[in-house]
């Protein structure tokens, strides 16, 4: 996960950690691939907390779930929307549910623009192929209850070219994860004794694999949240380690990479045994 920038300091912090999920809810009735199963998909959970940025849109134009004959596959939504990822973090977009049946291979997104607004300057954010592909490893049968979350990590794929606090292009690529089955919620708060920290770093490692599963940043008070209040949406039932970065720690990274060996402010463990999990406060040791 590696946010390429190139220029002065500010643009070295522009992002850590950008991230899209799509979540689709399959829903069937008969374990017969012929069966007729509902589809709904979601958006969630986009992440940067750097307060020169602005604003991320990106328009989606089509969602298709591809078969291996064009004739069976099905558009999701052909409907075009924009979507400011900012406003996702810790929630989720619906896009609408269809009936549908059958074996998919693929899902493709059709993404036509991009933008992103750095200290109150609008660049557009060239996006390499406008269709993005997803193969799943098996085939994709609509016919019995499921949970399938694409997660599109863009940090590893965007690059800021220019110099100093003087950008001239933004490129994106995004890169996509996996994760699917039965999916719970893990929320929980940071504190400095007992006051929210906003804008903290929490990432969810797999303890088996020391990799970084999730990964989002506490929000400022609102009407919606308490100050350092975080959501990791759709997580695999498991044991994970959370490590809490604060903002005086990340943005002096390097790149996003640094997340998997540097020192964190606070950690706990956590268990999501098929429920969603409060894991109340986590107390930072450093102040």
């Known amino acids: 996960m590696c946010l390429k920038i190139t220029g002065g300091e500010n643009m070295k912090r522009l992002a850590l950690f950008?991230?899209?999920?799509?979540?689709?809810?399959?829903?069937?009735?008969?374990?017969?691939?012929?069966?007729?199963?509902?589809?709904?998909?979601?958006?969630?959970?986009?992440?940067?907390?750097?307060?020169?940025?602005?604003?991320?849109?990106?328009?989606?134009?089509?969602?298709?779930?591809?078969?291996?004959?064009?004739?069976a596959s099905v558009v999701v939504t052909n409907e075009a929307t924009t979507v400011n990822l900012l406003d996702l973090i810790g929630s989720e977009m619906s896009f609408g549910t269809i009936e549908t049946s059958g074996s998919f291979t693929q899902l493709r997104f059709e993404i036509s623009q991009a933008t992103i607004?750095?200290?109150?300057?609008?660049?557009?954010?060239?996006?390499?192929?406008?269709?993005?592909?997803?193969?799943?490893?098996?085939p994709l049968v609509i016919s019995a209850d499921t949970t399938l979350i694409l997660d599109f990590d863009l940090s590893n794929s965007i690059k800021v070219v220019g110099?100093?606090?003087?950008?001239?292009?933004?490129?994106?690529?995004?890169?996509?994860?996996?994760?699917?089955?039965?999916?719970?919620?893990?929320?929980?708060?940071?504190?400095?004794?007992?006051?929210?920290?906003?804008?903290?770093?929490?990432?969810?490692?797999?303890?088996?694999?020391?990799?970084?599963?999730?990964?989002?940043?506490?929000?400022?008070?609102?009407?919606?949240?308490?100050?350092?209040?975080?959501?990791?949406?759709?997580?695999?039932?498991?044991?994970?380690?959370?490590r809490v970065f604060l903002k005086e720690t990340y943005q002096n990274w390097s790149d996003s990479s640094d997340v998997l060996t540097a020192t964190p402010d606070a950690t706990k463990a956590v268990t999501v045994d098929y429920k969603e999990v409060n894991v109340g406060d986590i107390v930072t040791q450093n102040q």
């Open 18 to 71: 950008l991230t899209i999920v799509f979540i689709l809810v399959l829903s069937g009735c008969m374990n017969l691939p012929t069966s007729t199963g509902k589809l709904t998909v979601y958006l969630t959970d986009a992440v940067l907390p750097i307060s020169s940025v602005q604003k991320l849109d990106v328009t989606i134009d089509t969602i298709r779930l591809m078969s291996d004959t064009e004739d």
């Open 117 to 138: 607004t750095v200290n109150n300057e609008e660049y557009e954010l060239t996006i390499n192929s406008s269709s993005l592909e997803y193969p799943f490893t098996e």
């Open 163 to 242: 110099s100093g606090d003087n950008p001239s292009e933004f490129h994106m690529t995004p890169v996509i994860h996996l994760r699917h089955g039965h999916l719970y919620d893990v929320i929980g708060r940071v504190v400095n004794d007992t006051d929210g920290v906003p804008s903290a770093l929490v990432a969810l490692f797999d303890t088996n694999e020391s990799t970084v599963v999730a990964a989002t940043f506490t929000h400022r008070d609102s009407n919606k949240w308490q100050a350092g209040e975080f959501k990791f949406c759709k997580i695999e039932p498991g044991d994970y380690e959370i």
